[in-house]
């Protein structure tokens, strides 16, 4: 008895340390999480934004994206066709964003946030990435977050002191989230010499496509690049070491991550990813960092108590804000019930998906199994699928790419209908991203190309074209082609496109109106 007792002594201690040592790993700084629900909330604002530039074309029946092309699932925009319907929603997910950003019924914002979010998505699935992937996760695991806690309206109207920091399966799934993407990305660059060999940088930083502002610049130091990409691929595969490590050598290790992404916004155009993933990367930021910068604001003589006292004073405007919304009913007593609903439909979907997951894995459910395509199915509908995470990889893509659309006209002129000039085949400038108005104009393109005769994107955008272009004098479009030019990037001629081999892909060729669809222009095609 004496022996059985000193076991179970041991294992409760053991219990306890590893208890404690994943405890302080996995939990998050309630001044971190404030950050992150600002940061999250300026992402939002900032995507309204950047997709307003382009609201009729992508987003209404009259662009090329109608309501019939949107993905089934969640979508707000599903139940109307009216621009000005839809407009309208635009700035109520945008308000409800600065909702968010003070902090003010933090958790009904963060859930109309992400409600949002996900039928922006789906509305026009054209023209998301991976950026957008990462997005709705990390939001899916903040609405189990306490992101009100500090720094909020909420605070001030919770008249306690808040909690220094938070430790649930909902911190572990947010911090897992960065490192699964991290680690996946990393495995699957981990079969191809290019990246092992350090190759792969030097290469992408050629594409005239993706590339913007210093990379060109960067180009000029191939040593620096291979140094950088075999640098970021020990990183990715490392990964791990986010949660394990603490205090500053996690500071050190999730800084490296940050510099990587701040290199690929001034370099790479590849949208709003470097800024989620820096979002995503805050979360790793413990106590030690609010206190290193605390010293560190102390040391370099910036007013922080004068700062702090401003905080406070503050408070006062955040007690303007009613702390119960009044309704004609008084309070809604059925709140509590719909965010327990909610939240209890939400874990269990996640918590079915990692069981069936590993089930399916190790043979005990079936592949084909109803149960597991109904949660699937959804994951989908609400869009909290995580997908291979093969960015870049596992070969990283060496071809430029432009379009080239021939069209020609009622009066038999032939014209390049994408690029606004006479029809040539010629590269439409030095800088090919600047093809796209847009970074998600790229995205949207790479959906044509791959729609190609048989997909509704191609054909959607030809007959926009169709119905919208108009010549000087009135001239109509009566046949639209559709090609890509693709150029073999190698590291001789990352800086010298002339000397790339070249070639011509057909994606869809189309006939206006009643008109059979024919070739305008006879192109070698690869």
Not at 255 to 268: E, N, P, R
Request: aromatic share 12%; charged share 20%.
């Amino acid at each position: 008895m004496a022996d059985l007792g000193a076991v179970r002594s041991r294992a409760a201690r053991t219990g306890r340390v590893l208890y404690g040592g994943l405890k302080r790993r996995g939990s998050i700084d309630t001044r971190t999480l404030a950050v992150f629900r600002m940061f999250v909330a300026v992402l939002i604002v900032a995507d309204v934004l950047s997709r307003s530039r382009n609201f009729h074309f992508y987003y209404t029946d009259d662009g090329a994206v109608t309501a019939s092309m949107a993905s089934d699932g969640v979508n707000v925009f599903a139940y109307t066709s009216d621009p000005t319907i839809i407009a309208a929603l635009f700035v109520i997910h945008a308000l409800v964003a600065l909702q968010l950003l003070v902090g003010y019924k933090t958790r009904v914002a963060m859930i109309i946030s992400f409600v949002f979010v996900i039928s922006l998505d789906q509305h026009n699935p054209y023209v998301t990435s991976y950026a957008d992937v990462l997005f709705r996760l990390l939001l899916f695991w903040a609405l189990f977050l306490p992101l009100g806690e500090r720094w909020s309206i909420d605070a001030v109207h919770r008249n306690r002191e808040p909690r220094t920091s938070v430790f649930s399966l909902a911190t572990l799934g947010a911090l897992f989230q960065m490192i699964a993407m991290y680690v996946i990305n990393g495995y699957h660059k981990s079969g191809e010499e290019l990246w092992t060999g350090g190759e792969a940088t030097p290469l992408i930083m050629g594409l005239d496509d993706t590339t913007f502002l210093l990379g060109e610049t960067m180009r000029q130091f191939p040593e620096l690049l291979q140094l950088g990409g075999l640098t970021w691929y020990y990183m990715l595969l490392y990964g791990w070491l986010l949660f394990f490590l603490t205090g500053r050598l996690r500071l050190v290790f999730a800084g490296m991550f940050v510099i990587a992404h701040a290199s690929f916004a001034v370099t790479v155009r590849i949208g709003a990813f470097p800024y989620v993933a820096m979002a995503g990367l805050l979360l790793f930021a413990q106590g030690q960092f609010w206190r290193d910068l605390d010293r560190l604001a102390r040391l370099v003589g910036l007013p922080v108590d004068r700062l702090h006292a401003a905080v406070r004073r503050l408070g006062a405007v955040a007690r303007v804000f009613p702390r119960r919304i009044p309704t004609a009913g008084g309070e809604l007593w059925t709140r509590r019930a719909v965010y327990t609903g909610f939240y209890g439909i939400a874990a269990f979907l996640v918590v079915a998906l990692a069981l069936l997951a590993v089930g399916t894995g190790a043979g005990v459910v079936p592949a084909d199994e109803g149960p597991k395509e109904q949660v699937e199915d959804v994951a989908y509908d609400t869009m909290i699928y995580q997908p291979e995470w093969s960015i870049f990889a596992p070969v990283p893509r060496t071809t430029d790419r432009y379009h080239v659309f021939p069209a020609q006209t009622t009066s038999g002129e032939r014209i390049d209908v994408y690029n606004d000039r006479e029809l040539s085949f010629e590269r439409p400038g030095k800088e090919l991203q600047q093809q796209y108005g847009t970074y998600r104009e790229r995205f949207y393109m790479n959906s044509v190309r791959r729609a190609g005769d048989t997909g509704p994107a191609s054909l959607a955008l030809a007959e926009h074209l169709c119905e919208t272009w108009e010549g000087e004098d009135g001239e109509d479009l009566t046949h639209v082609n559709m090609y890509y030019v693709s150029e073999n990037v190698t590291l001789e001629t990352i800086d010298s496109p002339e000397d790339r081999d070249r070639s011509t892909h057909t994606i869809y060729r189309h006939g206006c109106g009643d008109r059979e669809p024919t070739v305008i222009q006879d192109v070698t095609v690869g």
